[in-house]
């Protein structure tokens, strides 16, 4: 696919300024559970929905086919918040998770979102082994997880093995090592993140997985998950204005990119 740099700049800022409504069945299923106070705020599940559809939009430019038609797959789905927004927007995803042994062989967490709505997960038994086969998506997604894996670059060689020519992987809230956030979370001896990532580290990683860097940035100053802001719409406007185009963006709590699976 033939895109130049300003229709992939032009996607992305239109997909991230647009003022989308908060999705009302997120809202009520995240009800009265306190793990998803993140889909209550506001500002929380409006990066969720403006993420979905930036992968919408840019996935359909790419493609030259509804969002319907292309095979994608939510890797390490979560709480399933993705694979429901997916859903919505017409998208017939693949959702799949590493499996925890526990008593009610659940995967883990409160999955109220995959159970109300229905959503097949399939288990993962490997710590980066995919039980799909080779170049049977078009499209993966990673919204947190990249960072989580026992073998970063492994997991990309995998995510890599099992996309079409050409295909897509969007990776989202990858952790900066410059992030003012996760700085202080280490100072205050929480390690929920234990590898951040420079542009060059994950430039890297990329070269040697197979991939083609499409679209590399930075994303977010200020907490969204725990602080509620008014009119949140205005506050992301200005969020990303200071993480696009003050020198506040090398504090930026992520780095985020768009790859394509590189021809040999």
């Not at 082994?129 to 499209?139: A, N, S």
């Not at 073998?151 to 992987?169: A, H, Q, V, Y």
Request: glycine share 4%; aromatic share 16%; net charge positive.
């Amino acid at each position: 696919m033939k895109i130049t740099s300003e229709q992939i700049k032009k996607i992305r800022k239109i997909s991230f300024g647009k003022k989308l409504p908060l999705n009302s069945k997120l809202l009520e299923i995240a009800d009265n559970v306190d793990s998803h106070f993140f889909l209550k705020n506001p500002a929380g599940q409006n990066i969720f929905i403006y993420l979905i559809e930036y992968v919408k939009n840019f996935s359909e430019y790419w493609f030259d086919k509804n969002l319907g038609q292309l095979k994608i797959l939510d890797w390490g789905c979560g709480k399933g918040q993705v694979s429901f927004l997916l859903k919505e927007n017409g998208a017939k995803a693949v959702s799949c998770d590493i499996k925890i042994e526990t008593d009610d062989s659940s995967f883990g967490q409160e999955t109220p979102i995959i159970k109300k709505a229905g959503i097949e997960v399939i288990p993962l038994k490997h710590e980066y082994v995919l039980p799909f086969q080779r170049e049977e998506f078009d499209v993966v997604l990673s919204f947190g997880v990249l960072e989580h894996t026992s073998n970063d670059l492994e997991s990309l060689k995998e995510i890599n093995r099992i996309l079409k020519p050409s295909g897509l992987f969007f990776c989202f809230n990858l952790p900066y090592f410059l992030s003012w956030t996760q700085r202080l979370s280490h100072l205050l001896g929480n390690f929920y993140h234990h590898r951040l990532y420079s542009k060059k580290l994950t430039k890297n990683l990329l070269n040697k997985s197979g991939f083609n860097l499409i679209d590399i940035w930075r994303r977010q100053l200020f907490p969204k998950n725990t602080v509620k802001y008014p009119e949140y719409h205005l506050f992301e406007s200005l969020d990303q204005f200071l993480t696009n185009y003050t020198f506040l963006k090398y504090f930026a709590t992520n780095i985020e990119f768009v790859a394509e699976k590189r021809y040999f």
